[in-house]
């Protein structure tokens, strides 16, 4: 039953790195990860890779095979064909420290900066309120594994380590999307930081993050876009401009 | 030879940043403390992202009819009464401030009409009991408690102009011993699993949160991190293990494709009107309800069918028995030739929900079958069989510390923690313990370090030990394989250990085990240090090695069947085996299990049974006393 398949393998650190070819047995139903498991155990022992949950549901196997950003947990064997070479290459966003793993730090320093869920004061636990219908967009967001395929993928960052320091990325904006829209969260700003410190107006809508998604999250439809709108909405009314200057209303 | 060594002090350091050990951090910050967490993977990973179904707690929000009592009442039957009633009542009575405190922080669940938090019904829980997010609640869960350590490293920023101040996640660094002065703990060593080098925690209080062992088995629903690290690192600190026998097989892993088998189905699917039916096409679960368990339970698709809409004049249906049951009887249908194709058995909510509706309530069900198995499962049933989930043994602690026995300083909470379920875990309660019990970690270490007159110091001699331990890999001069290794260990415990056990199976287990343990003395490690998975399952190897030895001893012991240790030589539940639980030690060499008196119910918590109930699970003399 089984097939044999080429493997292309990059191996190195951070200084110097190479392609490695192998030949592996591949059995019905494997997924890439499987293959790369089995190279380990049988001819590279020390090869680095990330994985945990192999389920699709922890986000730690991401990286690119064949070019496209993907978790090699869920990209089954039998999407390529018999004999062709199927090759495996780090994260092209992050600092590779070896093998197939990369220093992907640069995602939590931006966590950091996104402040956190601020509920009304007043509000004791247990007595939250919200209807199902309020809280499914934000719902939506929240299905983020953080594989970071999305920001991998995102061309702002991609091949310009220069935008790094004020862009936040896909990942985030859907993180602050998804506090914007809660029903609860009392912080009014949330879209104007996006904008002004998290560089949401650097990203021109080609919507390679969502495409990438391995939860099928919109990520440019339901979070980027809606966020963009209103800020621009705010920014060049120029009714509601003079409006926010006049009273310090709800902001954006 | 061995690096540069890292050196830092911490008031708590927490091992495992799980539900649990991110529970315990918040508490012992919010008492003012310095917390080290130790994560094996990436911050936001550990594998309480996995838990599908939702965090039981009797809130009421959906059956106004549930409270602490209930809960208690049905998490006692679930583990047979050999739970430690304590840590079931302090469980059944925190649950819902935990859930209700994650909110405040964030977390969106479910929701009722009236706008609470919804819950849903499971196995073994009387009532609709568990809140959750469609069938990912771990996820929500991890990224809540996240977000929450993340919020008060913000705080800290803003206080004092230092994110890690009080809190530092040590990412991707693996714990390999403990350290101790005298009886007391002084602190833990380990290695940065990206570059190999080595790093010393000073610390008066060591919190255990590193999940579980199912790592140690073929079949299994565990991530590659379920090696009972903190199961080992207590044994061998001189702490105890409580009742290791005890494994979950959860009833529905996926079967087929092999490369998947194991991968979790989600209970939920049977707690939403799912089926199980065998290669005839026949309900199966109506014949294997057990005596114990008949008059809560329907004996016809009839009624069975009409509890889904109405719960207060039906009796459930047998799919919800505790999964124990459920994975023994999906065992005998396949052992007796009425499996399906790929050695399972067929469960189905095709027939029973609308596609958009299973869409709706199982998103990741049915990405997972759609892009793991080409399987639609709103259009066909699919095949499972039991997996190896969870392991009810663990750390001895103290209920209201969660201060784990023998060892001063030393802390569990979690899976990694014993007793809180008795025999059998029933979903959702693992959620809920992680809450409950971690925050009483943290809180349990916090009061520990501040009751210290002088913090105990780490020796060198201590120091050496821990060094040459993680630099054996590279020293030894045999060429065992630990990738060889850990196969043969997971196809030991898999046939010898798994959910059908002899006395004959187990004797060979232990013999077996003792060999590959005397062959991992020589594992090699080939490579370097800087991220090499060889060496670090070279290190996880003994842990695993440690754990299934345990399993394994304490099975041999246990001479009746119970929740989750099955006799194929003892197959009846024996009410003299319910006055004792086993505990696991270790003697420098080898892991002894003793038998010790379990803990009778006091007469209040007594009370909240019948009578007759009772006397199928305690003896004559026990229920003349009346109570502790």
Redesign the interface.
């Known amino acids: 039953m089984s097939k044999k398949f080429n493997f292309r393998i990059w191996r190195g650190d951070s200084k110097s790195g190479d392609f490695k070819d192998v030949q592996v047995e591949v059995n019905e139903g494997e997924v890439v990860l499987d293959v790369i498991h089995r190279v380990q155990a049988t001819q590279m022992s020390d090869l680095a890779v990330r994985w945990n949950c192999k389920a699709g549901k922890c986000g730690s196997c991401s990286m690119e095979i064949n070019g496209k950003p993907r978790l090699a947990c869920m990209t089954r064997m039998n999407s390529f064909e018999e004999g062709e070479t199927v090759t495996v290459t780090p994260l092209r966003a992050f600092p590779v420290i070896r093998d197939l793993v990369t220093d992907v730090s640069y995602n939590y320093k931006k966590a950091m900066e996104v402040p956190a869920f601020e509920p009304p004061a007043d509000l004791q636990p247990g007595e939250y309120r919200m209807a199902q219908v309020d809280v499914e967009r934000s719902q939506e967001f929240r299905k983020c594994i953080e594989c970071f395929l999305c920001q991998n993928t995102c061309h702002v960052i991609r091949d310009h380590e220069e935008n790094k320091e004020s862009f936040s990325g896909p990942r985030f904006f859907i993180r602050m999307a998804e506090l914007d829209m809660h029903p609860l969260d009392t912080i009014k700003n949330r879209k104007q930081m996006a904008q002004e410190e998290h560089g949401l107006g650097m990203c021109n809508i080609t919507k390679c993050c969502t495409e990438v998604c391995p939860e099928h999250i919109k990520i440019t439809d339901n979070a980027i876009i809606p966020m963009k709108e209103r800020v621009v909405d705010v920014k060049y009314d120029p009714l509601r401009w003079l409006g926010s200057k006049i009273r310090k209303k709800e902001g954006i | 030879m061995s690096q540069a060594m890292e050196r830092y002090s911490y008031d708590v350091v927490v091992i495992g940043a799980g539900g649990a050990g991110l529970r315990a951090a918040v508490e012992a910050r919010q008492a003012g403390l310095s917390v080290a967490i130790i994560c094996k ?5 550990a ?1 309480t ?2 838990a599908e179904g939702g965090a039981a707690a009797a809130m009421g929000n959906v059956n106004d009819n549930d409270g602490w009592k209930v809960h208690f009442r049905d998490t006692m039957r679930g583990g047979k009464f050999l739970n430690n009633w304590r840590m079931a009542e302090l469980h059944a009575k925190e649950s ?2 935990r859930i ?2 994650l ?4 977390a ?4 009722t009409k ?5 819950q849903r019904n499971f196995g073994g829980h009387e009532y609709p009991r568990l809140a959750h ?2 069938d ?1 609640t ?3 869960l991890i ?1 809540t408690m996240q ?2 350590i ?2 008060l ?2 705080k800290d920023k803003k206080e004092f102009g230092d ?1 890690e101040k009080f809190i530092k996640v040590f ?1 991707e660094l693996t714990i390999t011993e403990i350290l101790k002065e005298g009886d007391r703990v002084s602190g833990a060593y380990g290695y940065w699993r ?1 570059s190999g080098d080595e790093v010393l925690f000073e610390s008066s209080a060591v919190v255990l949160a590193t999940g579980g062992v199912g790592k140690s088995f073929k079949i299994t629903s565990n ?3 379920g090696t009972g690290d903190g199961h080992a690192l207590a044994l061998k600190a001189g702490s105890a293990l409580v009742d290791m026998e005890f494994v979950q097989f959860h009833p529905t892993g996926m079967v ?5 088998r194991g ?2 189905v989600t209970e939920s699917v049977r707690g939403d009107g799912g089926v199980l039916t065998n290669s005839e096409g026949r309900r199966f679960m109506f014949d294997y309800i057990p005596e114990v368990f008949k008059d809560k339970y329907a004996d016809n698709e009839a009624e069975a069918d009409r509890w889904y809409k109405d719960q207060n004049n039906n009796r459930r249906p047998p799919e919800l028995l505790p999964r124990d049951e459920v994975a023994r009887a999906i065992n005998s249908e396949v052992k007796a030739g009425r499996g399906s194709p790929h050695g399972g058995v067929f469960l189905d909510v095709s027939s029973r929900l609308p596609a958009e509706e299973i869409k709706r309530r199982l998103p ?1 069900m049915w ?2 079958f759609k ?3 080409d399987v639609d499962i709103t259009e066909e049933p699919m095949e499972v069989g039991p997996t190896c989930h969870y392991v009810m043994g663990g750390v001895k602690v103290d209920p209201d510390t969660a201060a784990a026995v023998g060892v001063e300083g030393l802390f569990a909470a979690g899976e990694v923690a014993g007793g809180m379920h008795g025999s059998n875990r029933l979903g959702g309660n693992s959620l809920s313990d992680l809450l409950v019990f971690g925050r009483r970690a943290g809180a349990g270490a916090a009061a520990y370090v501040k009751s210290l007159a002088q913090k105990p110091k780490v020796s060198d001699g201590e120091i050496s030990r821990a060094k040459n331990r993680l630099n054996a890999p590279f020293s030894g001069t045999g060429g065992e ?4 290794l850990h ?1 043969e260990l997971q196809n030991l415990t898999q046939d010898l250990v798994g959910i059908i056990r002899t006395e004959s199976e187990l004797t060979d287990a232990i013999v077996k085990l003792d060999s590959i343990r005397d062959r991992s003395t020589r594992v090699r ?4 240090r ?6 670090h399952l070279a290190l996880d190897l003994e842990n695993m090695l440690l754990v299934s030895e345990s399993i394994a001893k304490s099975a041999l012991a246990r001479k009746e069947s119970r929740g989750g240790h099955t006799r194929d030589d003892y197959p009846k539940m024996d009410s003299e085996w319910r006055q004792y639980n086993h505990l696991s030690r270790w003697n420098g060499s080898k892991v002894e299990v003793a038998p010790e008196e379990a803990l009778m119910l006091p007469k209040e918590l007594l009370e909240l049974f019948e009578l007759d109930e009772l006397k199928k699970y305690f003896t004559q003399g026990e229920l003349a006393k009346g109570g502790m």
């Open positions: 993977s990436l911050f936001g990973k594998h992202v996995m819902p401030d209700w405190e909110e405040s922080w964030g969106l669940f479910d929701r009236e706008g609470k938090i919804s997010v469609g990912r771990g996820l929500e990224r977000q929450r993340v919020a490293q913000q994110a990412s990206e991530s590659w991190e087929w494709p092999p490369s998947v991968i979790l990741s990405h997972q892009e793991l198995a394989n630990p990738y060889t196969q490690a080939d490579g370097g800087a991220f090499n998975p060889g060496f």
